[in-house]
């Protein structure tokens, strides 16, 4: 991800109806955060990729904090423009990120013919300063084939004023197509609730909905059946 200097607060919660379960990761307070991740999306893996390696004296960046807005724990991932990178990688920009992927529990993947639902809540700061090139804050990505680019992505971007925006590339050739795009002031300083329903096939299915967790008011919506 790119960044400007931010924090974001989230809390995750994963649902695979294809194998009628749900999964579920929360905060629970300060303290082995990484180890907490690391225990539903990747146990005995890593599922957290950070900058660390060139700022270790700031700690990490995920920590688990107390919001009042919530009355519950949630976690808050910060970035810095310097001396953040990309996992010392990529100098050119900043990851903080939880993932699922290869080496994730079975139920945490998503197959062909299955239907995959994600659920979470965020809160964008007011004042967060988003790049012009890029913010991503979510991907909905494949692992194996045609897999450089991400499929589906929720991406902050610089402006005036500064938007939302959720993107899809359908092959690494083909390009991006903006499907949604709406002005970041509507989540700034507010925690939103997202739903993502994905059918996956060469055929899928694809619908999101944000909205203000407090009234339910819809902030951006899209449904795209095949």
Sequence with gaps: MKYKSGHILCILLLSAYFAASQTLLTADGPGNTYERINSVFAPGYNAVEDPECVHP???????????????Q?????????????????NFDRQRVEIKTYDASP??????VGEIVNYKWRF??????????SFTHIHQVKAVGGDDDQPLFTLTVRKGTPN?????????GTSGTVKYAIVNLSAFEGVWVEATELIMLSSNGY?????KKLSDGTPLLSYTNNN
């Excluded at 991932?77 to 001396?83: D, G, K, L, M, N």
């Excluded at 809160?123 to 790049?131: D, H, L, Q, T, Y």
Aim: aromatic share 14%; hydrophobic share 40%; glycine share 4%.
């Design 57 to 71: 004296e700031f700690g990490r960046h995920i920590a688990e904090v107390f919001d009042a807005d919530i009355n």
């Design 73 to 89: 724990f949630a976690f808050e991932f910060y970035a810095h423009v310097t001396p953040d990178n990309d996992r010392c990688i």
């Design 106 to 111: 079975e139920n945490l993947k998503g197959r």
């Design 123 to 132: 809160k964008i700061p007011v004042g967060f300063k988003p790049s012009s």
């Design 163 to 171: 938007k939302l925006e959720l993107i899809y590339v359908a092959s």
């Design 206 to 210: 694809y619908q999101i909905n944000i």
